[in-house]
């Protein structure tokens, strides 16, 4: 087993707990590689953790190593990485001001923001299940298909990745974006880009990617 990984994900944890994007018991944190799944425990504050607490399991959910037991969304996360093989990270947290809007069941717009549009895309707000349970399993790793981010409805939110940086690069936007639009209410209104201009944006960063 890789001490690498599990020393990325322990740092990760504390950088959430550290960005005010988590607090110590709540989320859970997972990295996919070759095979195997590396994950938090359940019930252990994330921001104390060390590398050896981590835990490795298979896709089949047979624990290899670690302490304790994975975490209890570990459902969500093998499901994803079924559904997603480009995701080889995953965060779930409960930052206050995007899991307020979880709460609220406030959607998103898309295409108020150029960081945002290209970092995020699409937010979809996920209806209320049950922690743990089957059916947040499915309704989670059903939105990340299309998604990258989503709002788990009076929960949290989830992010994904390519890699840990930029799951929880995503997890920063998301709870950035849910602030900027509190500041637009507050002070006026939340005012999409012109779709034109939107579509120019699009575009000129995906020609930057290519080159």
Do not use: W
Not at 23 to 42: A, F, H, R
Not at 67 to 80: C, N, Q, T, V, Y
Not at 107 to 124: M, Y
Not at 147 to 162: C, D, M, Q, Y
Request: some cysteine.
């Amino acid at each position: 087993m890789k001490r690498t990984i599990k020393e990325e994900i322990v740092a990760t944890c504390k950088r959430l707990y550290e960005h005010h994007l988590n607090g110590g018991y709540g989320g859970n944190v997972s990295v996919k590689d070759e095979g195997l799944i590396y994950i938090t425990p359940s019930g252990m504050p994330k921001d104390t953790l060390e590398y050896s607490d981590i835990i490795v399991m298979d896709f089949k959910g047979n624990m290899l190593e670690g302490k304790g037991k994975p975490s209890s969304e570990m459902r969500f996360h093998l499901l994803i990485y079924k559904e997603r093989p480009d995701v080889n990270a995953i965060i779930h947290a409960h930052p206050p001001i995007a899991t307020g809007f979880s709460i609220a069941r406030r959607e998103i717009p898309i295409g108020i923001h150029e960081e945002a549009t290209i970092v995020l895309g699409d937010v979809p707000v996920l209806p209320y299940a049950v922690t743990s349970s089957n059916e947040l399993a499915e309704e989670v790793a059903g939105a990340i298909r299309k998604a990258n981010a989503a709002l788990l409805s009076n929960h949290g939110a989830i992010t994904v990745g390519e890699s840990l940086e930029q799951a929880f690069r995503r997890m920063e936007e998301l709870e950035n974006l849910c602030e900027m639009i509190m500041v637009a209410n507050s002070v006026g209104e939340v005012h999409k880009i012109p779709e034109e201009k939107l579509n120019e944006l699009v575009t000129l960063i995906k020609n930057r990617r290519k080159g």
